[in-house]
Structure formats: structure tokens, C-alpha cells
């Protein structure tokens, strides 16, 4: 894979794909500017789910993840070769505001934590717009790979 697009592509599909693979209606959203990759269907809800990819160390500028039964899933594709699925790490609500804190407490530079569970800064000198989103590693979140939840509609 040779592009951001691409691989963030990827991405998607591989977690749409492992989403109806156990069960569940799960459709991509279009555009380039949204919150949402993928919206699933279950009985009696839908929510949202946000996918990042990587093929590299790290997955760059995380978004957080804040309404109820809302997923945040790290797709990695690092070593992998055609023929292998990547490994998921599955994230809801709760983990992900606990991974956030975690970063926010690990750093000294005015890292703060907003309404929806995003990491930023507030403006400084070379970005005046602050900073918004962090850089995830696998240490982060290897805890919870595989951590589909059972019942989607919990």
C-alpha cells in the first residue's frame, strides 16, 4: 500500500469486512472530512465507528471517540503481507478516554483532554490554531487487540 488514502481505505474494508464477518450490518460513510467511517446497524441501535490505519509505527493526529456504544478500531498493517488480515485493536468509549488520560498525564507540555476525548494544545508559538488529535503507538493500545465486543448492541 502506498498512499495515506489508501491505507486509511484499507482500513475501513478490513473492519467492515471483520464487522459483517460476525454478524453485523456495517456501512462505509463517503467524503473526506467526516467523523464517521463506518455506521452499523444493529436491532435496536446504529452507532458510529472510526477506523486508523498504519503500515509504520505509529498511527499520527488520533481523533477521540465520545458518544455511548461508539468504536474506535486501530487497524495495523505493518509486516503484513497480501495474504495476511491485520490485527485489530478495539476500542469503546471508556477504553479510549483511558488511553487518552494516560497520554495526556504522560506529557509535561499543556496536553489537555476535551468534550470529546480528544488530546490537544492550545495555540502556541508556531501553531496559532494550537493542536488538535496524537500520535498513537502499539504499547498504547495492545491490550486491547481482538476486543470485539460481543454484543454490539450493549
Known amino acids: 500500500m502506498s498512499s495515506k488514502e489508501t491505507i486509511g481505505l484499507a482500513g475501513e474494508y478490513a473492519v467492515a469486512f471483520e464487522l459483517c464477518r460476525r454478524g453485523y450490518y456495517a456501512q462505509l ?19 458510529r465507528v472510526s477506523v486508523k490505519a498504519k ?12 458518544a455511548k456504544g461508539d468504536l474506535l478500531v486501530f ?10 488480515l491485520p490485527d485489530f485493536y478495539v476500542l469503546d468509549v471508556k477504553s479510549w478516554k483511558s488511553v487518552a488520560e494516560g497520554i495526556v498525564a504522560s506529557k ?5 483532554l476535551n468534550s470529546e476525548n480528544t488530546v ?11 493542536w488538535k488529535g496524537c500520535s498513537i503507538s502499539l504499547s498504547h493500545v495492545e491490550k486491547y487487540k481482538n476486543r470485539w465486543p460481543k454484543a454490539l448492541s450493549d
Open 120 to 130: 490537544y494544545w492550545d495555540p502556541y508559538e508556531g501553531q496559532p490554531k494550537g
Open 55 to 66: 503500515t509504520g509505527n505509529q498511527w499520527p493526529k488520533v481523533s477521540g471517540i465520545w
Open 29 to 47: 460513510t463517503l467524503g473526506n472530512h467526516k467523523k464517521t467511517d463506518i455506521l452499523v446497524e444493529t436491532p435496536d441501535k446504529l452507532f
Open 108 to 112: 509535561s507540555d499543556g496536553a489537555k
Open 75 to 84: 487497524v495495523d498493517f505493518k509486516d503484513k503481507t497480501l495474504n495476511d
